[in-house]
């Protein structure tokens, strides 16, 4: 069974930079595409970011594009999320997923394995 473990979050200033990372066990990561999504409070889980088993596709909801970047680490059966130029609005629990198909949209329904969450504060 695949278990999915998010790392990384904290409180940063705005325009900081943060990394996260999101850690499997249980099963190769390799075989699955990644999403990570973020649910501030009051508010829908939105899907930020998604990358395909390969690594060769990727897409990024629009508020973020251009400053966060998503990658996987196959050796260390790990996939991150680097986010700069963060702001207030960024503030949010962030979740890792892992699905079998890789959909640009990074749609929740696509994706069968959730970590825990980890949060985010961007605030001065």
């Known amino acids: 069974q695949l278990q999915l473990v998010e790392s990384g979050g904290g409180l940063v200033q705005p325009g900081g930079s943060l990394r996260l990372s999101c850690a499997a066990s249980?099963?190769?990561?390799?075989?699955?595409?990644v999403g990570w999504f973020r649910q501030a409070p009051g508010k829908e889980r939105e899907g930020v970011s998604c990358?395909?088993?390969?690594?060769?596709?990727?897409d990024y909801v629009g508020s973020v594009k251009g400053r966060f970047t998503i990658s996987r680490d196959s050796a260390k059966n790990t996939v991150y999320l680097q986010m700069n130029s963060l702001k207030p609005e960024d503030t949010a629990v962030y979740y890792c997923?892992?699905?079998?198909?890789?959909?640009?949209?990074?749609?929740?329904?696509?994706?069968?394995?959730w970590g825990q969450g980890t949060q985010v504060t961007v605030s001065s």
């Open positions: 249980g099963s190769n990561l390799d075989s699955y595409a």
């Open positions: 990358i395909s088993s390969s690594g060769g596709a990727t």
């Open positions: 997923a892992a699905g079998l198909f890789f959909r640009p949209g990074c749609y929740r329904y696509a994706y069968a394995y």
